[in-house]
């Protein structure tokens, strides 16, 4: 796996606010195979076996008030559900705490990773200890922050399935080629470029019919240059077949994410 074990600090804070105005993803109706619609994507188990929850994907805490309607959902076991939702907050907290350069509750960008870090003295002292300070030898102070790289795969795989699952209705139960994530700012213009498509990568053939994606394919609806913005600046995804398939996501506008089938 391509892992960056450190995440640079408040030098790379991406502005967040001013996003006020509600905005809306259209309700997408799909019509793929109903064979594929019998397991968790996450744990392969059967559906009508097991009690299951809607998952939001992305987390609704990753997105600000008022959030766009008809949020991406997909049906899971309710075990999977609650199983990511340690790691889910982490990553939440983890995110806000970078994008303000702080542990301050009080600083937090994102409403949830304030209540959390006000609510849990152990996920503070985690950001706590996720932090690093140092001083260059002009003797500026700089923070550089590290973070449990394993949870934030977690989270990224689930998103990734999730995202697979609803645009295509393919359900991404083999374990990925790679999982990956890093700051925007740690990628050269070619591999930014590389990244968002703009190589005139995008899709190659036509995804299902039925499928989600195909609608959006010839409606673009929510579909801009190849991406899914489900709120503006704040999160926004891809999904493309390619031989496999490759999920990425950009959440604020600072960390890329990169899931191989
Ligand atoms: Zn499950």
């Known amino acids: 796996m391509n892992l960056h074990a450190t995440l640079p600090g408040p030098t790379c804070i991406v502005r967040i606010e001013g996003i006020s105005a509600r905005e809306r993803m259209e309700r997408i109706e799909e019509f793929t195979d109903e064979r594929n619609k019998s397991w968790c994507i996450h744990c392969g188990r ?3 076996t097991v009690e299951t929850n809607l998952d939001h994907v992305p987390t609704k805490s990753l997105l600000t008030k008022p959030r766009p309607h008809h949020l991406p959902v997909v049906e899971i076991c309710r075990e999977c559900n ?7 907050q982490y990553f939440v907290t983890f995110l806000s705490c970078v994008l303000s350069g702080s542990v301050d509750p009080a600083k937090q960008p994102i409403s949830s990773a304030a209540r959390a870090l006000t609510k849990s003295a152990g996920l503070a002292s985690l950001m706590e ?4 300070e140092y001083r260059t030898r002009g003797g500026e102070d700089k923070v550089f922050w590290v973070p449990d790289m394993e949870r934030v795969h977690r989270v990224v795989l689930k ?24 700051p925007l700012e740690f990628m050269t213009a070619s591999e930014r470029a590389d990244f968002e498509g703009f190589g005139g990568g995008g899709l190659v053939g036509l995804p299902e019919v039925g499928s989600r994606m ?6 673009g609806l929510d579909l801009s240059e190849g991406w899914i913005s489900v709120q503006a600046g704040r999160y926004r995804y891809s999904v493309e077949q390619d031989g496999g398939i490759v999920v990425r996501s950009i959440i604020a506008e600072y960390l890329a994410t990169e899931v191989r089938w």
């Open 46 to 48: 059967s559906l009508v």
């Open 82 to 88: 609650n199983g990511f939702s340690r790691d889910e």
């Open 129 to 132: 200890r996720a932090k690093r």
């Open 159 to 182: 998103n990734a399935r999730g995202h697979a699952y609803y645009e295509f209705g393919e359900p991404m139960l083999d374990e990925p080629v790679n999982v990956w994530a890093s």
């Open 214 to 219: 195909m609608t959006r394919v010839f409606s």
